[in-house]
T-cell receptor, first 116, second 113 residues
Framework: AQTVTQSQPEMSVQEAETVTLSCTYDTSESDYYLFWYKQPPSRQMILVIRQEAYKQQNATENRFSVNFQKAAKSFSLKISDSQLGDAAMYFCAYRRNTGANSKLTFGKGITLSVRP | DTEVTQTPKHLVMGMTNKKSLKCEQHMGHRAMYWYKQKAKKPPELMFVYSYEKLSINESVPSRFSPECPNSSLLNLHLHALQPEDSALYLC????????????FGDGTRLSIL
């Protein structure tokens, strides 16, 4: 079975600084996808970034980038120039590439606070 | 604005009531999902519909009854719920392929008295 581990329950960052959220996963599959979702107090789960396992290049979306280490099964999220609106709960997630019935496996999440 | 619309946003009901949660998407997605989320916890998958057919039921108690009337609409019928069923219920949709992300709604905050 696949597992996703986020070992840090909380982190804090100063506004405009950079923060890295860690995530590791365990799988025996070779074809899969990794995601970071953000859930602010408004409740909606928002996709931040995704990474295809077959791609060596790390995904980037504006201020958000990942460090994907496939051999180490590590998928960390770096937030640059942190903003107050980045304060939220962040979930790392894994999904096998087997269509709609492929489950999204979430980590426990990490609460990020941003200090003004 | 969210592309997956859930109603109602809040629901308070007694243990003997019958109510329904509604989810709608107009993105042409053929896979739809129901999740249950407790505070400060990750979402837990309940049901998956693929092309309007129930494809996954994660051993959810029968007091939760899903329904997919058409490709854009997903309902969750509630009956005789327990206090421990109080949670945020999230609906999501996706194109279906593994690489396609799931798009979530804002959720329904359910409280059982």
């Amino acid at each position: 079975a696949q597992t996703v581990t986020q070992s840090q329950p909380e982190m804090s960052v100063q506004e405009a600084e950079t923060v890295t959220l860690s995530c590791t996963y365990d799988t025996s599959e070779s074809d899969y996808y990794l995601f970071w979702y953000k859930q602010p107090p408004s409740r909606q789960m928002i996709l931040v970034i995704r990474q295809e396992a077959y791609k060596q290049q790390n995904a980037t979306e504006n201020r958000f980038s990942v460090n994907f280490q496939k051999a180490a099964k590590s998928f960390s999220l770096k937030i640059s120039d942190s903003q107050l609106g980045d304060a939220a709960m962040y979930f790392c997630a894994y999904r096998r590439n087997t269509g709609a019935n492929s489950k999204l496996t979430f980590g426990k999440g990490i609460t990020l606070s941003v200090r003004p | 604005d969210t592309e997956v619309t859930q109603t109602p946003k809040h629901l308070v009901m007694g243990m003997t009531n019958k109510k329904s949660l509604k989810c709608e998407q107009h993105m042409g997605h053929r896979a739809m999902y129901w999740y249950k989320q407790k505070a400060k916890k990750p979402p837990e998958l309940m049901f998956v519909y693929s092309y309007e057919k129930l494809s996954i039921n994660e051993s959810v108690p029968s007091r939760f009854s899903p329904e997919c009337p058409n490709s854009s609409l997903l309902n969750l019928h509630l009956h005789a719920l327990q206090p421990e069923d109080s949670a945020l219920y999230l609906c999501a949709s996706s194109r279906g392929q593994g690489n396609q992300p799931q798009h979530f709604g804002d959720g329904t905050r359910l409280s059982i008295l």
